[in-house]
Structures are given as structure tokens and as C-alpha cells.
């Protein structure tokens, strides 16, 4: 094993701690009161060829791998967490599905946008009524005079608001009892289509997070993503590497957690001398480093195995699941190390608490991760 980066990775990660340190970090706190979008941050990740990272250049990419995106997922996160969610969510459920499943003409008229920054990339799947149960999906799509009319509603989507086109989760008929679920990419202007940004969420606050209405959204049956009744399938495929960049996304929360905690236990002087010299403190610290070292081992096995075309589902589960309950328990103990200080906003930890919780519960709950990789240990 070869524990090393490439010096392609070595370079990309250089090229991003220093713009999540210089660009993203200095204004994370005052975004999250804000609850302001970083849009400016993501059009100087476009000049520097970042939003498209890993796809090929040929669709206007760079051709990287899925490492390197989960390195520039966890750096931004480090800087902040909203960024992090946007960035990966734009990659793994934006552009992801069009790269996979899309026919040329498809990833040409969409993909590219998404890989310039022209548009940010989004994904439609949650509903009210389908969360981990995807399968409860009610959304619909009757095929009319050579057109998809799309009627429901989807929740808890990020980007929406600044997404030209999604690709969307839909009923398209039923096959042996059972709902045909399809992927259909739609423009976010079509007529009825609405974009309802106004939860009020616990974190995360600078990041975008919608409500998707369709009444009667017509499309063209071109719009079609991947063959009709493969929805389902393709969503899954999906998520297995969206999940890595949430993991990464885990790894960024924790690594600046624990960043601060070690910063202030050198500075804050009780009884005398600085808490680091307590050994109550050392050990906190000691486990939070180990933690963060193994989950991100697990996040980069995930990728490598992905880039090797090689069969990564349970690694992925495993790489999200353990980074995501590794970082709430470091932010809290950061939290902790803190005291009172911890629980105030000027000193950001209590934030990426906030933000890391999500970590828990996005593109499938620690539970579900426990299904899947119960699933894959039991079939062998």
C-alpha cells in the first residue's frame, strides 16, 4: 500500500488549503449569521478549474479523480462547512448522474455548464414522504404527446435556487406491481416549476436548501436520464459516491474542530498553566486525532477503490458512516474544551457542530449506512 499522494493530488491540495484558508475561512462566520450564499467564493472556484473537478476535460473538466475531489471537499469544509455541502452535492449529485447515465448530446448540453460553474448541480430525490425510504417516491411523470407532465413536490434539495436544470426522481409507470421509478432532467424555469428556499434549518445556514414544487411541468421525453424504470438503480449508484464526499465533508468539520481545540488549549491559562498540560485534555485531544486520521483513511479507500472501477458500496457506507459520528463527537468535544467559550458563536466551534450533524443524516442516515453494509457483509 502506498500511502502517498500523487503529485497531481499533492498539488491540487496545496492549490486548495490555500484558497479555503485565504477565501472561504475569513468570512464563514459572518455567512452562516447571514445565512448568505457563497457565490462569489464558487465563480473563483470556476476560474481555478475546481467545478468540475473530476470529470473529464473533454465536457470542460479537469480530469482529476475522486481523491482529489474528496480532498477539495474536506479542505473547503475545513474553512466551512456550507461551502463543502454546496461543492459536493454540485460534483457528486449535480454532475455525477448526467456524467454516468446521460447520452452525449445530454452531457454536452448540461454537464458542461455544470463543469464552467455556469450553473450549479443539483439533484432531485428526497420527498416528504421518501426520505430513507426512496421507494415511497409520489412524484409523477405522465408521458403525453411525445412529453413528460411532472407533477409533486421534492424537499430538503440543495442548489436548487442556483441550478439551471436538475435531474429529478419520478414515477413513470408501474412494472409487476411495483412503482417504475425514472430520472428526468428538467430546467428549474420551466412553467410550474417553483423553488421554495425558506427552511429554517439548524446549520449549514450559508448553504442552499429547497422545496421543489412541479404543476404540470412539461419536458420533452428527450429529457429522459438513462433508460425509463432505471431511476431507482441509478440513484443508488449516485449516492455510493456522493456519500464519499459527505464523508470527506465530515473529515473537513473535524480536522477544524480539532484545529481550534488544540489552538486553545495552548492559549487558556487555568490554575496556572496552559490546558494542554492537563492530562484530561491531552487524551481528548490525542483520540480526536486519531479518529480524524483513520476516518479520513477510510474516505481516501472509498475513492481509490472508486477510481480503480473497482466495487465500493460498503466503503462508502463505511468512510460516511464512521467519519460523520467521528465528527459529531469531536465537535463536541471541542465544544467542551472551550467551556463557556464553546457555546459562543465568535469562536466557531459551536457552528461546526451545527454543520456537522448533518453529516448524520444526509444522502443516507447512519442507520441506512448500517442496512447497506450489514446488507453486503450478509450476501457474501
Known amino acids: 500500500m502506498n500511502f502517498d499522494l500523487t503529485s497531481e493530488q499533492e498539488m ?13 475561512a475569513p468570512g464563514a462566520l459572518d455567512r452562516d449569521r447571514n445565512k448568505e450564499f457563497p457565490i462569489e467564493i464558487f465563480k473563483k472556484m470556476a476560474d481555478l478549474g475546481l467545478m468540475g473537478l473530476p470529470f473529464p476535460e473533454e465536457y470542460g473538466g479537469a480530469g482529476a479523480d475522486t481523491v482529489s475531489f474528496a480532498i477539495v471537499t474536506e479542505e473547503l469544509s475545513r474553512a466551512c462547512g456550507s461551502t463543502g455541502i454546496t461543492y459536493s452535492a454540485h460534483i457528486s449529485l449535480g454532475g455525477a448522474p448526467l456524467y454516468l447515465f446521460g447520452t452525449e448530446e445530454q452531457k454536452q448540453k448540461y454537464l458542461v455548464p455544470i463543469c464552467t460553474g455556469e450553473t450549479f448541480g443539483a439533484f432531485g430525490l428526497t420527498e416528504p414522504s421518501a426520505g430513507s425510504d426512496a421507494g415511497g417516491t409520489r412524484t409523477t411523470a405522465v408521458e403525453k404527446d411525445g412529453d413528460y ?32 421509478i425514472s430520472a428526468i432532467i428538467v430546467p428549474t424555469d420551466a412553467d410550474g416549476f ?14 442552499n436548501t429547497t422545496e421543489l ?22 440513484f443508488l449508484i449516485t449516492l455510493d459516491g456522493g456519500r464519499i464526499g459527505i464523508g470527506a465533508m465530515a473529515v473537513g468539520i473535524a480536522q477544524a474542530a480539532y484545529e481550534k481545540a488544540v489552538q486553545y488549549a495552548k492559549e487558556r491559562q487555568q490554575f496556572g498553566r496552559s490546558l494542554s498540560n492537563f492530562q484530561a485534555i ?15 483513511n477510510m474516505v481516501y479507500k472509498a ?39 464553546g457555546y459562543m458563536r465568535d469562536y466557531h466551534v459551536e457552528r461546526f457542530m451545527r454543520d456537522g450533524k448533518l453529516t448524520e443524516i444526509g444522502e443516507g442516515t447512519s442507520e441506512v449506512q448500517r442496512l447497506v453494509i450489514a446488507r453486503h457483509i450478509l450476501s457474501n
Open 12 to 24: 491540487i491540495l496545496k492549490t486548495i488549503r490555500e484558497f479555503a484558508d485565504e477565501e472561504v
Open 149 to 180: 407532465i411532472i407533477n409533486g413536490n421534492k424537499c430538503f434539495i440543495t442548489n436548487a435556487s442556483y441550478a439551471k436544470h436538475l435531474a429529478l426522481t419520478a414515477i413513470t409507470g408501474e412494472a409487476d406491481g411495483k412503482k417504475e
Open 194 to 207: 417553483k423553488v421554495i428556499d425558506n427552511y429554517e434549518k439548524m446549520g449549514l445556514h450559508a448553504s
Open 213 to 234: 414544487v412541479l404543476e404540470d411541468v412539461r419536458v420533452p421525453t428527450e429529457h429522459l436520464l438513462g433508460k425509463k424504470g432505471e431511476g431507482f438503480k441509478q
Open 282 to 296: 491531552q487524551f481528548k485531544l490525542a483520540d480526536m486525532a486519531m479518529k480524524i486520521d483513520l476516518a479520513r
Open 303 to 341: 475513492a481509490w477503490l472508486k477510481d480503480q472501477g473497482r466495487a465500493f458500496s460498503k466503503e462508502a457506507s463505511m468512510c460516511k458512516l464512521y467519519a460523520s459520528e467521528i465528527c459529531m463527537e469531536i465537535t463536541d468535544q471541542a465544544v467542551q474544551i472551550h467551556g463557556g467559550y
